[in-house]
């Protein structure tokens, strides 16, 4: 069973950093890119940032690029988000995601991680 | 503002057929599949359609998806009480060099 857990999330100020983690099991973590997608309370999805298998590709949306930085661990099938000079607008449920073979859709994703961010 | 375009919300009263809407542009749609999820509430999406008419495993029939130049839409016929959910289409952008998704559709089964 494909499981994708989410951990790190939290209250920071605005400013402030923080690492996202996501810890996959079930399927071959090398074999797939991913991806973190967000949800401000009430609000839609947005794309954040992807990666590719072997994490030498990465994607970001203009709104996180420069701060946000996604990166992998293979060996410990785990993704990451490296958050820094947060500000209130990136308050949101930050959700990773499988990319489904060569698309870019997303066929499993976490339950999520919440980042606040204020003062 | 989203790149995509959905309408806020649409509605159906159980056994009719609804169709929701996305407007892209070339850069997006118009070059690109579409991808749909659904999004209960207080969960996670899920997949519905990939590829802009492909259904994933489980996904029933009732569900279907269709492109056509810089617009796509979902169909969801045989509309039940447990489809009342936000709907959500997506698409990489090769303009942005990322993927965008709608502002969503809130589907509420009358």
């Known amino acids: 069973e494909v499981q994708l857990l989410e951990s790190g999330g939290g209250l920071v100020q605005p400013g402030g950093s923080l690492r996202l983690s996501c810890a996959a099991s079930g399927f071959t973590f090398s074999n797939n890119a991913m991806t973190w997608v967000r949800q401000a309370p009430g609000k839609g999805l947005e794309w954040v940032s992807g990666i590719s298998e072997s994490g030498r590709t990465t994607y970001y949306a203009d709104s996180v690029k420069g701060r946000f930085t996604i990166s992998r661990d293979n060996s410990k099938n785990t993704l990451f988000l490296q958050m820094n000079s947060l500000r209130a607008e990136d308050t949101a449920l930050y959700y990773c995601?499988?990319?489904?073979?060569?698309?870019?859709?997303?066929?499993?994703w976490g339950q999520g991680t919440l980042v606040t961010v204020s003062s | 503002q989203s790149v995509l375009t959905q309408p806020p919300s649409a509605s159906g009263t159980p056994g009719q057929r609804v169709t929701i809407s996305c407007s892209g542009s070339?850069?997006?749609?118009?070059?690109?599949?579409v991808n749909w999820y659904q999004q209960l509430p207080r969960t996670a999406p899920k997949l519905l359609i990939y590829?802009?008419?492909q259904r994933p495993s489980g996904v029933p029939e009732r569900f279907s998806g269709s492109k056509s130049g810089t617009s796509a839409s979902l169909a969801i016929s045989g509309l039940q009480s447990e489809d009342e959910a936000d709907y959500y289409c997506?698409?990489?952008?090769?303009?942005?060099?990322?993927?965008?998704f709608g502002g969503g559709t809130k589907l509420t089964v009358l």
């Open positions: 995601a499988k990319r489904y073979g060569s698309i870019w859709g997303f066929d499993y």
């Open positions: 070339n850069s997006n749609i118009g070059s690109y599949t």
């Open positions: 997506a698409a990489w952008d090769d303009s942005l060099n990322a993927v965008v």
């Open positions: 590829i802009s008419d």
